[in-house]
């Protein structure tokens, strides 16, 4: 399944849940950020297409630098553990197959992802561009738990977390925790790959704008925009798309904005409403 930057990639946005190919994932580190040194330990992936488990994948992973004590209370993951590990090098060809052409899920993803970014740039690669879906998102916007980390939403939902903060008991968790998130969800409707990735979108309003948008890309037909950047008050715009493209786990339109009269990229979550120039 394509889910490149254009337009054919839009319409994998309404790919329903049960035919995507997914690719659960976890790692354990040895510290924060990557920013600052930190590498991975362990690393675990499940893949499935939509509740169907088709493979998994875990290892240890030799940092290649010492694990902090406090690090070490965290997640049990000895120097002497991962003394006879693999570098992360050596596993990029069996983990990258895995990641080829899939959804990546994770619970507050982006910290995985940061990480397997550092990891492949180290190991003199890039690491390709793809759609997350990040349970934690999921939970603060569909749901309402006292507390949103995963063991907590573990818990709640009754789901087995007893190897927290190792790799795989993570990942067989955040696995079991979305197909909760989706069951809950079908009660409302169909559930597509735009309600999981634009979660802070009602689940009619992500349909509503993959249908938008999907209608407008092939003529660039104009669009009334409601919008609100970062840090930013809501305008109200005219754009014409162009594309819609993912980057770092996120999905954006690129469009020529005629408020600033050049060519922007907006990310979808942050359009507040989208609708033809005519309905406006």
């Known amino acids: ?17 049960e035919a995507l190919p997914l690719v659960c994932v976890d790692v354990e580190t040895t510290g924060l950020s990557p920013d600052k040194g930190a590498r991975v330990c362990e690393i675990a992936l499940l893949c499935s297409e939509g509740e169907r488990e088709v493979a998994r994948f875990e290892s240890l992973v030799h940092p290649q630098q010492p694990i902090p004590p406090e690090v070490i209370a965290v997640h049990g993951i000895t ?26 899920v994770g619970h507050n993803v982006h910290f995985d992802l940061r990480f397997l970014r550092h990891e492949w740039h180290v190991a003199g690669e890039e690491l390709p561009e793809c759609v997350a879906i990040d349970t934690l998102s999921l939970a603060r916007t569909y749901f309402d738990f006292s507390r949103n980390g995963l063991g907590a939403i ?21 696995w079991n925790v979305l197909q909760h998130f989706v069951a809950k969800l079908r009660r409302r409707g169909p559930v597509t790959l735009a309600d999981l990735i634009l979660p802070r979108l009602p689940a009619a309003g992500s349909r509503d704008l993959v249908t ?12 009334c925009m409601r919008y609100r950047a970062w ?21 954006f339109l690129h469009a020529f904005c005629h408020l600033r009269r050049e060519e922007r990229h907006f990310r979808l979550d942050r359009i507040l ?3 033809p120039l005519g309905d406006e």
């Not at 938008?212 to 669009?223: C, I, K, N, V």
């Not at 840090?231 to 999905?251: K, N």
Request: cysteine-free; glycine content about 6%.
């Open 231 to 251: 840090r930013a008050s809501e305008t109200i715009r005219v754009v014409q798309p162009l594309a819609v493209y993912f980057q770092r786990g996120y999905g």
């Open 79 to 104: 120097d002497a553990m991962v003394a006879e590990a693999p570098v992360f090098a050596a596993l990029l060809p069996d983990i990258s197959e895995l990641l080829q052409g899939a959804v990546v």
């Open 273 to 275: 409403e989208l609708s």
């Open 154 to 174: 573990a818990a709640a939902l009754g789901i087995d977390h007893t190897a927290a903060h190792r790799a795989m008991g993570d990942v067989l968790a955040t």
């Open 212 to 223: 938008t948008l999907q209608d407008a890309l092939p003529e660039s037909a104009p669009l």
């Open 1 to 17: 399944m394509s889910l490149t930057a254009d337009r054919e990639g839009l319409l994998s946005l309404k790919t329903p849940f």
